[in-house]
């Protein structure tokens, strides 16, 4: 029974990352920018949902709330910084550099101006529960279940179907000619980093209600999506979302078996391997960039 | 006068391939493009649509300068371009592609050239209206990149040798099909083509380029009374 409440914990974090690996993957994959702030993006949507609630805003306006802030963010940091640098002809190092300054200054803007200590939601049915065939979810949990499964198929499904969707797709495998024929692949990329970043706000929050919020850890929630997302073969967000559960399941299952401070390591030992063994991911892809 | 440029000076970084090219071209007039691997052609078309910079020289789009203006804007006043190799989209199917180019360049007043008028002028696309374009062969990918500069309301279509891949009866076909939408749309185009021949049956006027200088500029009558061989 350990091991079920194990597993079922390990799919829960699973989506909660999953949700982060699919929306940076959808970024990456359309802009070719390795885009460290969204890890900012995700820890200043939970601080921005844990203040509104402090000051008595229902729960789910301040989520709707820190997903409008999350992308408006987002699209700044591609309007003022990304645009700029790629006018410039600026290398995508020399855009990975500067998206980490921007995950320092979002990191910093939370620390001073909301609070630099760990905290949690006063919200009292965070604490609520439910037992499952045997299985214990909390209220939290059942929420990131439920909204990550939903927002990933809703991403899948705009994807695929919805124009804008189609036209990020073009945008992505080919921008030389998205440019050329007037898909205006510079506005396209702030509707994408907009979708990403209102997408990332969500477990963000809900990560946050569940446990609790601290100013710097994002980055190593990120680095698991990112492995998940090159795991699961760049361009594939069901590979990304899929691995990012796997990875989960994973990390929670070995704590069964080392210590707990070992967890992370575990997550880079399968990374390495699938290195190894499968380097075009778990779902093979013709072209780089699609999605 | 569609199209004009006027001592055009273009290059890559410091180094200028163009050396001061003039030529003009009517509505509705099919200007070939000649040249050996390295003349200038592509470099010329890029610096038409914005994709580099002119150093020097005019620009004009029916008598209005347009050497400082954006590719974006220069796509609204009607310049397309076949690009060079790669012109789909490889994730997205034919239809689709298709049906995000023509919003893309929608035009209020009604476009000269629908998604309708393409799968007409090739209708291989209509077969193929739910293949991957990246799955198709080489001919049907150009086939389908041909389609796509054509979408909404071109005045001046810069075509980057658009025989490449097809078959020799199709590159005809299309030629001339070509020919029959710049008259009935009086859009003018500059074929930049390897295969003389078949651009010779359907150009109004010929240039050659040697080196980034034009060495020919003319009607095709007086390219037809000289080895056009000599200028390469
Ligand atoms: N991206 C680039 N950077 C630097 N120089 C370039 C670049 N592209 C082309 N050139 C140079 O510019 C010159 C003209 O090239 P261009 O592509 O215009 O030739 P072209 O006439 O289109 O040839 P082809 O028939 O092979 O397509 C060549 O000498 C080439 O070496
Ligand atoms: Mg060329």
Redesign the interface.
Known sequence: MLYVQLIADGVVTGCAIGLVAVSFAYFYATTGIFHVAHAGIYTLCGYIAWYLTGLGIPFILALIASILCGALVGMFVQVTLYQTLENKGASPLVKLIASIGVLTTLQNIVAIFFTPNIVQFDLPWRLNSLTIGGVWFSVPQILILLSSVGLFAAVVLFSKYSKLGKRIRAVASNPGLAEITHLNPQRVFVYVIAISSGLVAVPGVLVGVDQALQPYTSLIILLTAVIAMIAGGIGSLGGAFVMSIVLAVIQSLSVAFVSGRWSIAVVFAIFVLFILIRPEGLVRRKFSRAI | MTLEARNLVAGYGDKSILEKVSFNLADGEILAFFGHNGAGKSTTLKAV?G?LPAKEGQILLDGERIEHLT??AR??RGL??L?EG???????NVQ??I???S???RDPNGAKISADDVYDLLPVLRDRRKTIA?EMSGGQQQMLAFG??L??SPKCVLLEEPSVGLQPDLVEELFGKMSDICKKLSISAILVEHKIASAMKIADHVMIINSGKLVFNGSKAEAEQINLWNYF
């Open positions: 649509l994709l590719v974006s796509l609204k397309r371009l690009p790669k012109g789909v989209f490889p994730d997205l689709d592609s049906e995000i180019v919003q893309s360049n990246g796509l500069a979408l909404g």
